[in-house]
Every structure is written in structure tokens, then in C-alpha cells.
T-cell receptor, first 113, second 110 residues
């Protein structure tokens, strides 16, 4: 299966710790997106990359959040000094050149204790 | 953040019945996408709509892009147990970020 992959699938951490998530997009997809989904809600946009350039960031992405896509392939999302309100499913999606459809990975569920 | 209004919020139907759900927005969109999400998984793309008035089918699924560009509809015919899940609409305007709906939870009873 060559879909979007995310690692880890689940992460439990204590408040104040740093966490990092990884996303591997579908091969040849040049755009990569991060979304956050809380219980009972639809996903909300966080940020996106076209190749290695980060083109847009949501106001939801506080100073404690940083995302990178250093070589235009995989991406990482880091959350520093986690808070209980950061508990959510973090979803990654990718799109191929010339198409608007976004294909999602299985997500990383973060629980902050 | 902004979320689109989906209705109904949840549906409980019997296997074999048809299902209709819709999504409305105060803003216009250039593209509508419909996704299905199972518990603990990411959304899976079902149908994409690219212009106002467009009607598109994918097996038992049919979706329409509203003529005002502010709404979209999804129909599922002859529901089966594996149709259970949460259905999300999502709209795209002039940016690459998807604006998602609040979701319609579908439960199918045998």
C-alpha cells in the first residue's frame, strides 16, 4: 500500500514534554498538509507545504508548534511544552501536482496527561 | 476555526434504505469533496466535485455541487453495514486548505 503514512499512530505524553510526529506523503505528491481533529469535530487546517516551502500557517499553530519538510519529501510536526488542550488526532494529507484532492493518512492520536 | 454546517448530525437507518445528507456554507467554494471516516482512522476520499451543478456518482454514492456554490449533497443508495461511519464534506476556495463540515454520523442496522 503506497498511501500516506504517519508515525507514531498513538502517543501518550505528560504535560510539558515535547513530541514529534512524522508524515510520509504519497510518492510524487508535492503538497503536504497538516490538520488537527478534536473529538466530534471535523479536521481543522494547521499548515501546508509545497515541496519544501511552508506556504500557509493557521492561527491555530501557536509558537509551540513547528513543522518542517526539509527535502520536500517527509514532514515532521513538533509540539513543544505540550498542554492538555493539545490532545487531538493530528492528520497529514498530500496532493499530487495539478490536482486539488487531498489524501489523508491514518493520523497520530496524541493524549497529553 | 470555520466549519461548514452538515445535516443531519446523525442518522440511524435500516440496511437497504437510501440516505441523504447535505452541507451548507455562508461562503462559496470552487471544489467540494466528500470523505468517510472510520473510528481511529483518517478520512477517505469518496467523491470530488469541481463545478456548480455537477452531479457525480461513485458506485452507490451520488453527490451534487449546489448551483449557488454554497452547498453540496451526498446520497447513498441501498445502504449496507459497511457504510457505517462519519461523513464529512469539505470545501476549497482560492487556497489549498480544506474547510470541513461538522460531520454526519451514519449507523446502519441489519
Amino acid at each position: 500500500d503506497t498511501g500516506v503514512s504517519q508515525d507514531p499512530r498513538h502517543k501518550i505524553t505528560k504535560r510539558g514534554q515535547n513530541v514529534t510526529f512524522r508524515c510520509d506523503p504519497i510518492s510524487e505528491h508535492n503538497r503536504l498538509y497538516w490538520y488537527r481533529q478534536t473529538l466530534g469535530q471535523g479536521p481543522e487546517f494547521l499548515t501546508y507545504f509545497q515541496n519544501e516551502a511552508q506556504l500557509e500557517k493557521s492561527r491555530l499553530l501557536s509558537d509551540r508548534f513547528s513543522a518542517e519538510r526539509p527535502k520536500g519529501s517527509f514532514s515532521t510536526l513538533e509540539i513543544q511544552r505540550t498542554e492538555q488542550g493539545d490532545s487531538a488526532m493530528y492528520l497529514c494529507a498530500s496532493s499530487p501536482p495539478g490536482l486539488v484532492e487531498q489524501f489523508f493518512g491514518p493520523g497520530t492520536r496524541l493524549t497529553v496527561l | 476555526g470555520q466549519q461548514l454546517n452538515q445535516s443531519p448530525q446523525s442518522m440511524f437507518i435500516q440496511e437497504g434504505e437510501d440516505v441523504s445528507m447535505n452541507c451548507t456554507s455562508s461562503s462559496i467554494f470552487n471544489t467540494w469533496l466528500w470523505y468517510k471516516q472510520d473510528p481511529g482512522e483518517g478520512p477517505v476520499l469518496l467523491i470530488a466535485l469541481y463545478k456548480a451543478g455537477e452531479l457525480t456518482s461513485n458506485g452507490r454514492l451520488t453527490a451534487q455541487f449546489g448551483i449557488t456554490r454554497k452547498d453540496s449533497f451526498l446520497n447513498i443508495s441501498a445502504s449496507i453495514p459497511s457504510d457505517v461511519g462519519i461523513y464529512f464534506c469539505a470545501g476549497l476556495h482560492n487556497t489549498d486548505k480544506l474547510i470541513f463540515g461538522t460531520g454526519t454520523r451514519l449507523q446502519v442496522f441489519p
